[in-house]
């Protein structure tokens, strides 16, 4: 009778949580503006801040609930593609092309210095990465087929750009999607992988060019982002002028590159951005939604229809954050 009594208790029991457990989902927080936002760092639960087209910078200091915008002077028609904030005084926004330019704050988004410009002809940055508050990279599209790539050690006041010879070389037609931020990450302490994209997509690491079985051959596709975990890396990507498309979209490799995996279900279309969550969670987001995978990669939920271009997790927390067209700005959130 005890026996049965445990047995019953305990179905009990794993039934109200299989049955309590809420989804997740994407709550939007603001949109309807003309901005398009593409950069998203999220410093910690509480301190976010974005960029984008008409030299727009946003910032919050209550997890998202209300926000400040500025209008960087000077720059009121460029478009800042990607943003790393140290915390809610400092930041640093990058300008694409035309001429390229890198910004830094130091009063909360009041003031503007700029710490590096390029004048060079085709020009055009794609994104950058900090290791820690010091250590930064930034890369661009190729000049004369070799990958340009400067290098800031002092929280991004100031920057070198590699000599020539010294970057990586790729071939013609391939180069790098400005869409998310995030085809330059961090390998560890001291390293960086790339993600090539367009004609040719490939996986650059220590040294290594290696091919990547993602969608590519044209100039809309290949992969977009990569996002990095230990000794799991996923790409994602597809083509940008077909966003439901889920053929090559995704894939994962476990030993820096010498295999790919496909998942076993596919996110649901052309994703922009891929980002680890904890343990086994990963997200990523595209122009018809929001997936979500808490098996490592191997099979992609569709959490949300809302579209987005880029997905970043705090920092120095656990809350998740999305940005995208018309202002769109969201946050991951229980149902």
């Known amino acids: 009778m005890i026996k049965q009594f445990k047995i019953l208790f305990l179905t009990l029991v794993l039934f109200y949580t299989a049955n309590t ?38 910032k919050s200091v209550d997890g998202g609930n209300t926000w400040k915008w500025f209008t960087v002077k000077g720059f009121e028609k460029t478009d800042f593609r990607d943003i790393e904030a ?18 830094r704050t130091a009063d909360g988004g009041n003031s503007w210095k ?15 990465e900090f290791w820690n508050d010091n250590s930064g990279i930034v890369i661009g599209d190729p000049i004369n087929n070799e990958i ?15 000599p020539p010879g010294k970057s990586p070389l790729v071939d013609s037609g391939e180069a790098m999607f400005a869409s998310s ?19 040719r997509s490939r996986l650059l690491i220590r040294g290594d060019k290696i091919d990547m ?34 053929l090559k979209n995704c894939f994962i490799t476990r030993d820096k590159g010498k295999t790919f995996i496909a998942p076993a279900t596919a996110p649901h279309g052309y994703r922009s951005c891929v980002e680890y969550l904890y343990k086994k ?9 929001v997936d979500l995978s ?27 954050f999305f940005a995208g067209s018309s202002g769109k700005i969201g946050k991951l959130v229980m149902e």
């Open 294 to 320: 808490t098996d490592d990669g191997v099979n992609w939920s569709w959490i949300s229809k809302e579209g987005f271009y880029v997905c970043r997790m705090a920092k120095k927390g656990k809350a998740v």
């Open 281 to 289: 969670s990963w997200l990523t987001c595209g122009l018809n939604g």
């Open 21 to 58: 457990v809420k989804a997740q989902t994407v709550k939007l927080l603001t949109s309807g503006t003309g901005t398009s936002i593409r950069g998203l760092s999220v410093v910690n639960d509480k301190v976010i801040w974005v960029s984008g087209s008409g030299g727009t910078v946003g």
């Open 181 to 199: 931020g995030t085809n330059v990450r961090k390998l560890n302490n001291q390293e960086a992988v790339i993600i090539t994209g367009g004609s």
């Open 86 to 103: 140290f915390d809610e005084t400092s930041a640093v926004i990058m300008g694409i092309a035309a001429p390229a330019y890198i910004l």
């Open 213 to 246: 079985p993602i969608l590519q051959g044209k100039e809309t596709t290949g992969a977009n982002s990569i996002a990095v975990n230990n000794n799991t890396m996923i790409i994602v990507g597809g083509d940008f002028n077909d966003k439901d498309a889920t």
């Open 114 to 128: 700029v710490v590096y410009e390029n004048k060079t002809k085709g020009m055009f940055l794609d994104a950058m």
């Open 148 to 162: 340009f790539v400067a290098r800031s050690f002092d929280g991004g006041m100031n920057w070198k750009a590699m």
